[in-house]
């Protein structure tokens, strides 16, 4: 397409580092960072197989993201909603903004991993209580103070083929730290 435009310019750099995303909500323009996920991806089919709240990153890294994507959700001009940011930190260990948008996140980090990592705080009911102009209760960022870790993971099979049985998910299911275990497709 960018041969329509032969006085224009694409710029690409490949960046390299670790990924996450950062889900929030902005009431009356003011921003609030509700959780800061540490993503996993498998590069040879670009499968994002994990999401692990809150992160692991150092405490001036976070603050580094959240300050970056803070300039970046102004930059929309979004004034009530919900945001989510997909970042790579570096090597540098500078974080670059990938996406922004107006928009909940996904991949279970709100409906499921912020709720249980943030002793129930539920950013769905934040995002309609901000959305229906009833009293939402935000007072401060989420981020750092969880009660428990939380994360999500997919397991597919090791090479192409065809799942004939799986075995132990039984086990996994009673595991006490697994809260759902969610079979997407069967064998």
């Not at 974080?95 to 279970?108: A, N, T």
């Not at 075995?167 to 299911?173: D, F, I, P, S, W």
Request: aromatic fraction near 6%; avoid cysteine.
């Amino acid at each position: 397409m960018f041969s329509y435009y032969k006085d224009h310019a694409l710029l690409e750099e490949e960046l390299k580092g670790s990924e996450h995303s950062v889900a929030g909500l902005v009431q009356d323009g003011r921003i609030y960072v509700t959780g800061i996920a540490d993503k996993k991806f498998e590069r040879e089919i670009f499968m994002q197989y994990e999401n692990i709240v809150p992160s692991l990153l150092r405490n001036e890294t976070q603050e580094a993201i959240v300050e970056a994507v803070r300039a970046a959700v102004a930059a929309i001009d979004l004034t009530d909603g919900g945001f989510h940011a997909d970042v790579i930190v570096g090597e540098n260990n500078r974080p670059y903004i990938l996406e922004v948008g107006g928009r909940p996140g996904g991949e279970m980090i709100n409906s499921h991993l912020i709720p249980l990592a943030y002793d129930g705080y539920s950013p769905y009911q934040q995002l309609l209580n901000i959305l229906s102009n009833d009293a939402a209760t935000l007072d401060a960022d989420r981020y750092r103070n969880p009660t428990m870790r939380a994360g999500s993971r997919i397991v597919r099979a090791p090479r192409t083929g065809r799942i004939k049985e799986i075995k132990g998910l039984e086990k996994v299911a009673r595991h006490a730290a697994v809260r759902l275990l969610m079979p997407m497709k069967g064998p």
